[in-house]
């Protein structure tokens, strides 16, 4: 489990850069399905890297007010 939001953004940063250069690809039909699943679920794990992060900000911010 990643608790370092400074891991999270290399991870998010690698996976943004990886989405970015799947643009634009044509593949053979046999792995065609296989794109268009890395299309469609990676931008949900970025939702989720995301959210993640905001919620580790959360905890940070109420620990300190406490």
């Known amino acids: 489990m990643f608790y370092d939001v400074e891991k999270?953004?290399?991870?998010?940063k690698t996976i943004c850069k990886n989405l970015e250069t799947?643009?634009?690809h044509t593949w053979k039909d046999e792995h065609k399905q296989h794109w268009l699943n890395y299309r469609n679920?990676?931008?949900n794990c970025l939702a989720v890297i995301r959210e993640y992060k905001e919620l580790l900000r959360q905890v940070k911010n109420d620990s300190k007010t406490s």
Do not use: G, I
């Open 22 to 24: 799947a643009d634009n």
């Open 41 to 43: 679920d990676m931008p």
């Open 8 to 12: 999270l953004n290399e991870l998010e």
